[in-house]
């Protein structure tokens, strides 16, 4: 989708929001590229990220006005904002609250606490959608977005995200990490208007829970 002040992608897995030097192939880059080819004078700017394995959408405004008003005012744009996983385990729960103190260290791994660790609070919902002995797929709902959230809550409850080579547990099967943003509800902060985005399921998710023991699907 594209307007006059926004672009919303679909960021496949294995690409970076942005370059942290000038050489990195991102997301970035090939709006600019198109940008340019299309003698717009414009440049993407970053509002929020996805972690370069995750896949799924996000926001990139067009100038500097826009990108402030998103990133200020972020918590109160956005209403929905979910994510699929696959995680190893078999998930018993049909869904929660996962809350703690998420703080990084100086070697940038992500902490959890329970407590007030001089962090910033996360709040994550999840939902079980389809198990099987093996793996669970789950949906997830930010109340909060920090870095490395879902990996870490997931990983602190026992069912760290499939392919997680940071916080996970070393299975990978399908040869990525499991997560996937699909939902993207927010008000346009230009035109007011609510715009709602949404994508499938990897079908490369849905594949594991085939040829197997038939999945509990819970709603």
């Known amino acids: 989708y594209e307007d006059h002040d926004i672009v919303v992608v679909h ?8 370059a942290s030097s000038p050489a990195q ?27 370069r ?13 826009i990108q402030q008003l998103l990133v200020r005012d972020w918590q109160h744009i956005v209403s929905d904002r979910r994510y699929v996983a696959v995680v190893s385990g078999k998930l018993e729960k049909e869904g929660g609250t996962i809350r ?14 329970p407590v007030d660790n001089g962090g910033k609070e996360a709040i994550t919902h999840f ?10 797929l789950v949906e997830l709902k930010l109340q909060t977005g920090r870095k490395n959230q879902i990996r870490v809550h997931m990983k602190d409850i026992g ?12 299975k990978n099967p399908l040869g990525r990490l499991c997560l996937h ?3 993207l509800n927010f008000t346009h902060p230009r035109t007011g208007e609510y715009m709602e985005f949404e ?3 990897p079908q490369s998710f849905i594949r594991l829970f085939e040829d197997k023991t038939t999945p509990e699907s819970i709603e």
């Open 199 to 201: 994508l499938p399921v």
């Open 25 to 51: 192939h991102c997301v970035k880059k090939v709006l600019d590229d198109y940008f340019q080819k299309r003698h717009f004078k414009c440049t993407a700017h970053v509002v929020h990220r996805l972690d």
């Open 100 to 113: 703690s103190w998420l703080k990084e260290t100086k070697s940038f791994v992500t902490v959890s606490s």
């Open 11 to 18: 960021k496949s897995e294995g690409i970076l929001s942005m």
């Open 127 to 136: 939902r079980t959608m389809k198990t099987s002995s093996d793996f669970s």
């Open 159 to 170: 069912f760290p995200v499939l392919g997680d080579s940071k916080y996970g547990n070393g």
């Open 53 to 65: 394995e995750t896949s799924g959408l996000i926001i990139y405004a067009k100038n500097v006005e």
């Open 181 to 183: 943003a699909f939902r």
